[in-house]
């Protein structure tokens, strides 16, 4: 299965990592006020780390083994906890208000890549169809739709605070409903009938990168851009 799907998948998706790692560093750079404070490369670090340790497990097959605890939903739960402890603890709750929000609406454009990966990984039959644009995922509408959100909803040219929080719920929404249809047809839960195709790709570097850390760093930005949004008192800081 996986050794049917052409390198140029692989090396998109990875493209697309280095690309959300690049926003996200940057983003942290601008909330400590630049080169000269170490917090932006110990987040790097840091991801760079969970990344390589996550890959490391795949390649030794420890998602594949499905016995026992659900290892990969697991993984993403340990990712989700990760995202609520920062906005619990008042230093990180600092930084997270001081990120550039234009970025964090930027970085949705990953979602459109994103989303031929998911549709060449279903033409290769690593995944249902279903996963895809072409069925019931509409989530390459929040990165079309992503660039005119930094511009014209929080950025320079103009400022609309609930068309913000709108277009963040609404592109939320498209996540989790993609999130579900994903969940649904892991092994865990589905066994595929009269050729049809489970969601085995992510459980494949660098694939299991998908819900483990690409899905984490979107959902984690429409969530410090809705805290803005909804908490900072001066929104021409925007």
């Given at each position: 299965m996986m050794e049917d799907i052409p390198g140029y998948v692989a090396g998109t998706f990875i493209a697309i990592v280095i690309a959300v790692l690049g926003f996200?560093?940057?983003?942290?750079?601008?909330?400590?006020?630049?080169?000269?404070?170490?917090?932006?490369?110990?987040?790097?670090t840091l991801l760079i780390g969970w990344i390589f340790f996550v890959s490391v497990l795949t390649f030794n097959g420890y998602f594949t083994n499905l016995s026992g605890v659900p290892r990969l939903p697991m993984f993403v739960g340990i990712a989700a906890a990760f995202i609520l402890l920062l906005f619990l603890w008042p230093r990180t709750r600092s930084i997270l208000m001081k990120m550039p929000i234009t970025t964090l609406h930027y970085i949705h454009i990953v979602r459109v890549p994103v989303e031929m990966v998911l549709w060449w990984l279903a033409v290769s039959r690593?995944?249902?169809?279903?996963?895809?644009?072409?069925g019931s995922n509409l989530d390459i509408l929040s990165g079309i739709s992503a660039p005119f959100a930094a511009v014209f909803m929080v950025g320079s040219r103009s400022k609309s605070k609930l068309g913000a929080i709108i277009w963040n719920l609404i592109a939320m929404a498209l996540l989790i409903n993609i999130v579900s249809i994903a969940i649904s047809y892991l092994p865990y839960f589905y066994t595929p009938t009269g050729g049809k195709v489970g969601n085995l790709g992510v459980f494949y570097f660098p694939y299991v990168l998908l819900p483990t850390f690409i899905v984490p760093a979107v959902l984690f930005s429409h969530l410090v851009s809705l805290y803005q949004l909804i908490f900072k008192k001066d929104q021409s800081q925007f």
């Open positions: 996200i560093f940057y983003s942290v750079s601008v909330a400590t006020n630049g080169k000269k404070n170490l917090t932006p490369s110990f987040v790097l690593a995944i249902p169809m279903d996963m895809t644009f072409e």
